[in-house]
C-alpha cells in the first residue's frame, strides 16, 4: 500500500511576501450616532463607504442586528482580507477588528486609515487598541 507524503513545514518560518497589518480595537464608552450601533443596515454601507475611502476593495459583506433594541454583527470581505465590527448599545460597547495583507503592495497606511475612521465615528472615551505585525 502507497502511503502519502505529507509535507512538513520548515522549522524556522520562510521569508513571506505577503506581510500584513491586524488592529484591533475594544471601544467603550461609545458616544456616537445610535444608527451605527442598532441599524444594520446603516451600519454596512457605512462600513462599506468607509473601506472605499481607504482605498481598500470589498468584495461581500453581511451584517446582522439583533432586533430593535440588540446590536449588529458585521463583516466586510476586502481583497486584502476583512474587516469585522460587533456592537453592543445598552453597554456603549464595539469590537472592531481590522486586517489586511498583500503580495504586491504595502495595505499598511490603507489599513490605518480604515480603522481610524471607524474609531472616531463610534468617539470611543475609552478606547483600547492593539496592533498586530502578521507575516
Not at 488592529?23 to 472605499?52: H, P, T
Request: glycine share 8%; hydrophobic share 35%.
Amino acid at each position: 500500500m502507497d502511503q502519502a507524503v505529507v509535507a512538513r513545514p520548515p522549522s524556522r518560518p520562510a521569508h513571506r511576501l505577503a506581510t500584513g497589518l491586524h488592529l484591533i480595537g475594544d471601544l467603550y464608552g461609545c458616544e456616537c450616532d445610535s444608527r451605527l450601533m442598532y441599524d444594520a443596515a446603516y451600519l454596512e454601507e457605512f462600513c462599506k463607504q468607509q473601506v472605499a475611502d481607504a482605498g481598500l476593495t470589498s468584495v461581500g459583506s453581511l451584517f446582522h442586528g439583533f432586533g430593535e433594541d440588540g446590536g449588529v454583527t458585521g463583516v466586510v470581505v476586502l481583497a486584502e482580507s476583512h474587516l469585522s465590527i460587533h456592537t453592543w448599545p445598552e453597554s456603549g460597547y464595539v469590537t472592531l477588528d481590522v486586517y489586511v495583507c498583500n503580495y504586491t503592495e504595502n495595505n499598511r497606511p490603507k489599513a490605518q486609515k480604515l480603522f481610524d475612521s471607524l474609531q472616531a465615528a463610534f468617539n470611543p472615551s475609552e478606547p483600547r487598541l492593539h496592533r498586530v505585525d502578521r507575516a
